[in-house]
């Protein structure tokens, strides 16, 4: 049993009904999220979804990790393509009931992993040259995307945890921005997919970060202006289920 499947009671919905068909663990994960206004980011999400807020705020996140332990259930991790960076652009939006993830994009250091994620998952994944070091307490990130489809998006950051973990609690800022179950994606001929995941609930800290260069946004027509809201986790053990289309 996937150590994740230990916890359940807090999923706002059930576990789907099939077999989960993915396992991969995220490490040394910042979230930087954004207050946007609603307006700046309706055309870019199609219109079937709703765009999910919090007090009617709308939010995008930056998010720099590092994958590891990436597999298909029933099989090992393969070594030199199941560990890599990630990093990914997001908010957040609803449908049928079920709040998740939309994704402006993700950046990954593994050629690989970027063409199975568009072809099975329909989510806009980019090649980039990336790394992430430990150095102390803190962790040391860099991307700068490679890939053709791209504008040579640049991610530069030092950042570390601060404070004791702690579990968001329901109905905070904290609780809306981390914890979702879902993914929402759309294939090109139009259709909305729902892809389904599942984890603990998130374990946080407090975080500092000392962002060097940023543009993953840039060409969202959103402006990210001031301070972010920071948190960090330190890991987080995850199972996909493959993506369904969504009858709206």
């Known amino acids: 049993m996937h150590p994740s499947l230990k916890f359940v009671?807090?999923?706002?919905?059930?576990?789907?009904a099939g077999p989960w068909v993915m396992a991969q663990d995220w490490e040394d994960l910042l979230f930087a999220h954004w207050p946007v206004p609603v307006e700046a980011l309706r055309a870019l999400v199609p219109s079937e979804l709703e765009l999910d807020t919090f007090d009617g705020q709308a939010w995008i996140g930056i998010v720099p990790f590092r994958?590891?332990?990436?597999?298909?259930r029933w099989t090992p991790a393969v070594p030199g393509l199941s560990a890599f960076p990630e990093l990914?652009?997001?908010?957040y939006v609803k449908a049928g009931g079920k709040r998740g993830v939309w994704f402006f994009s993700l950046d990954a250091?593994?050629?690989v992993a970027?063409?199975?994620a568009?072809?099975?998952f329909h989510?806009?994944?980019f090649r980039a040259r990336m790394a992430l070091e430990e150095r102390g307490q803190e962790i040391v990130y860099f991307s700068q995307r490679t890939d053709g489809r791209g504008r040579s998006e640049r991610f530069e950051a030092g950042y570390a945890c601060e404070g004791e973990a702690f579990r968001a609690q329901r109905r905070t800022l904290d609780h809306f921005l981390t914890e979702r179950y879902c993914l929402y994606a759309q294939r090109r001929d139009g259709a909305i997919l729902r892809g389904e995941i599942h984890h603990a609930p998130w374990e946080l800290q407090g975080a500092r970060a000392k962002i060097i260069a940023n543009t993953m946004a840039e060409n969202l027509c959103a402006t990210l202006a001031g301070q972010p809201l920071l948190h960090f986790s330190k890991l987080q053990q995850v199972i996909?289920?493959?993506?369904?289309e969504v009858k709206l």
């Open 109 to 111: 250091a593994n050629r």
């Open 88 to 91: 990914n652009v997001r908010t």
């Open 114 to 116: 970027v063409a199975v």
């Open 118 to 120: 568009r072809a099975w």
């Open 9 to 16: 009671e807090h999923r706002p919905w059930k576990l789907p």
């Open 240 to 244: 996909v289920w493959r993506p369904q």
């Open 123 to 125: 989510l806009p994944y």
């Open 67 to 72: 994958m590891s332990a990436v597999r298909l």
